[in-house]
């Protein structure tokens, strides 16, 4: 039987920089089922590099993303990946959002944000041109960044330490024994065996699927998944903005917001719908809701440029409020060696390395 010292399920961004930040040390196999790597939330959503502004104290989406925002911008700097450090600008359109904005300005603090400024009213036409606001603040940290050269410069890193990331290879099941995990794979249809200490389920939208058959789990312990669709809608046309643009939140996410590519594309999303399976499909009957929503803050819109363009699903653990990063190590499900990662939505990108140093710092202890 093969054998590897940790095996990581699922070559989402997340899993990627497991795989890079581990294979510094050890001898590691990166799994995914797909024929490409990063082909669900990693590579389907606002690829924005977070400050960290909005997530509550203490929380490990506070922490892991101010951490992992400073290790990408080394890392993408080191590797070549395609990354501005563009900023956004927080608007406020009366008074009561203006008072959220200064509560967002306070958690900002709390979690170390410390360079977000308010705009003058002499300066908000110079970074939010043409829009309709009582108050700004803005966010210089906040970037915008090449995910898919991303990942390939983590799947560098993987094959740069003599450790492996294979595709078409789909987790079967996981038999714990007293040095590690028997783990049952189907690779192209032909069925096979390896063994590993150390098991990493870091499979986004199907890492409750996979927790569900790694034999010793307590099924109570696996949270549910509840999928979240959020469509983008682009901008075919010239447009005045040199940075991001957010409202201010909503209950379930950032609103929608105006987000820019790495060619200067405009685009607007995610809106947020819950859905009961697996399903990318775009409602391009929703352009009205996205034509009201951006008209609130942008008056000058012109919707005929504006185009039903994808749809990302976020791996949500609750229907509203705040969720939180769930990583289980040993502490929580008793069973050495695995660690489940699950509820990985945004900061997820901007938090990936620092979410793979603190699953590291977990193993060792």
Not at 53 to 75: D, E, R, T
Not at 114 to 139: E, G, I
Request: net charge negative; glycine share 6%.
């Amino acid at each position: 039987m093969d054998k590897v010292e940790t095996l990581v399920i699922g070559a989402g961004v997340v899993g990627l920089a497991i795989g890079a930040e581990l294979s510094q040390s050890q001898n590691v196999l990166v799994i995914e089922q797909n024929t490409h790597f990063g082909e669900h939330t990693s590579s389907r959503n606002s690829e924005v590099i977070h400050a960290g502004i909005y997530y509550p104290k203490n929380s490990l989406k506070a922490s892991l993303c101010v951490q992992g925002k400073a290790h990408l911008y080394k890392h993408c700097q080191a590797f070549h990946v395609p990354v501005k450090p563009i900023g956004k600008v927080l608007i406020a359109q009366n008074h009561d959002e203006a008072e959220k904005l200064e509560a967002i300005r306070l958690q900002a603090l709390n979690n170390g944000v410390d360079d977000l400024v308010w705009l003058s009213k002499q300066s908000q036409p110079n970074y939010a041109p043409d829009l309709n606001l009582c108050a700004a603040l803005y966010s210089p940290s906040t970037g915008i960044i090449d995910s898919h050269q991303l990942m390939c410069s983590f799947i560098t890193q993987i094959q740069q330490n003599q450790s492996l990331y294979v595709a078409n290879t789909r987790f079967v099941k996981a038999v714990p024994d007293e040095n590690g995990f028997v783990v049952y794979l189907s690779c192209n249809g032909e069925e096979m065996q390896l063994h590993c200490k150390n098991l990493i389920n870091t499979a986004g939208l199907f890492a409750q699927d996979i927790a569900h058959h790694i034999e010793g789990i307590n099924h109570a312990l696996i949270p549910e998944l509840r999928y979240c669709r959020g469509q983008y809608f682009t901008y075919q046309g010239k447009h005045p903005f040199k940075h991001l643009i957010y409202p201010v939140p909503e209950q379930h996410g950032l609103g929608i917001h105006a987000t820019l590519d790495m060619a200067n594309q405009l685009k607007f999303g995610p809106d947020t719908e819950f859905i009961d399976s697996l399903n990318y499909q775009t409602d391009a009957t929703q352009k009205a809701k996205f034509v009201s929503a951006i008209k609130r803050y942008w008056p000058y819109l012109d919707e005929t440029k504006l185009h039903c363009d994808y749809a990302g699903i976020r791996p949500k653990l609750t229907l509203s409020g705040q969720q939180d990063f769930v990583i289980q190590t040993e502490l929580q499900h008793g069973i050495t060696g695995l660690v489940n990662l699950f509820g990985i939505e945004s900061p997820g990108l901007t938090a990936s390395m620092a979410i793979a140093k603190h699953v590291k710092n977990a193993m060792q202890t």
